[in-house]
């Protein structure tokens, strides 16, 4: 891991001198605040509390690393280990150990996202933006733009497209970051990881916080309408549905297939999954749809008090 983690800072910060840490200290915890910016945005609640457990028994092992705050002396801000960080105030640390080095906005929060992708419980979703904002960051464009020379790259590569318009530079940078990564290829990366930007924003959380399987929020996904994909989501979480049990319920919901053998059977299959999607959809915070339903909720009760 230290060869690696060594590979990739010099790939992010090249050959250009780079501040020297000036050796371990021990600062109180009140002298240290978050970033503005920060790459990670979910922390297992569990794991966590694993480590808090560690840290009221054996402390800080390995220390935080913080750079100076411009004009407000004895104050730091994190750069790397937020995990340790937020185990020893919920472990009620007054002090702990830190490397205090001297870093521009750019390279602390570099250092951020490198600390972030080589955690061992990292997702694909903050895999896939963390190592957008990476390129971003060394091809001197905005994440969009490296996302569109991805795709070029890929296009180039397999002759879809003649005309080059990726400098050699560029493309030693996209190769060089995705080889000393070691997590990924670029071109699977473009197939695999790319079309997760696109995914709905609560399946996009529900990655995030570790909630569901890549595969079974792929096939949630394809669900259009918003309340009822909700309300999947929440249903195959609570209750750890199988990716098979996923596509029943949708294909029931979309496209359900009758014969006269199995007609019946269908049907009641595709109320019981209605019902069970509507109790959790969020239908009833919106009035519109509140007096749609009641309008359909009448249309039923009258053909089943028709004789």
């Not at 913080?66 to 750069?79: A, H, M």
């Not at 896939?128 to 569109?148: N, R, Y």
């Not at 009758?258 to 959809?281: C, F, I, M, Q, W």
Request: charged letters at 25%.
């Amino acid at each position: 891991m230290t060869a690696s983690r060594r590979s990739l800072k010099d790939f992010v910060f090249g050959d250009e001198p780079q501040a020297q840490p000036s050796g371990q200290q021990i600062v109180p915890l009140t002298a240290i605040t978050l970033p503005t910016s920060q790459p990670r945005r979910y922390f297992d609640p569990q794991k966590l509390q694993e480590l808090t457990n560690s840290v009221r028994e054996h402390g800080i092992l390995e220390p935080l690393l913080v750079r100076p705050l411009p004009d407000n002396e004895g104050k730091y801000e994190l750069v790397a280990g937020e995990r340790r960080y937020r185990a020893a105030v919920a472990s009620g640390l007054s002090e702990v150990p830190v490397t205090i080095r001297t870093l521009s906005d750019s390279e602390a929060l570099q250092l951020s996202l490198i600390e972030n992708l080589q955690r061992e419980d990292l997702n694909p979703v903050e895999e896939t933006e963390g190592i957008l904002q990476l390129l971003s960051f060394k091809l001197e464009m905005d994440v969009s733009e490296v996302v569109a020379r991805l795709y070029r790259m890929r296009n180039e590569a397999s002759g879809i497209v003649s005309q080059n318009v990726l400098t050699n530079s560029e493309g030693e940078t996209i190769q060089s970051l995705f080889d000393s990564l070691g997590l990924v290829s670029w071109e699977s990366f473009i197939t695999t990881r790319l079309p997760l930007l696109k995914l709905p924003e609560e399946i996009k959380e529900a990655l995030r916080s570790g909630s569901i399987a890549y595969t079974k929020a792929q096939v949630i996904a394809r669900v259009k309408d918003q309340d009822l994909r909700q309300a999947l989501l929440e249903e195959a979480i609570a209750s750890d549905l199988s990716l098979t049990q996923i596509k029943e319920k949708i294909a029931a919901i979309n496209c359900p297939k009758t014969s006269d053998k199995g007609e019946n059977a269908t049907l009641k299959s595709r109320v019981d999954t209605t019902y069970s999607l509507l109790k959790k959809s969020k239908i009833w915070n919106d009035p519109q749809k509140q007096k749609h339903l009641e309008q359909l909720l009448a249309q039923i009760e009258t053909l089943l008090t028709n004789k």
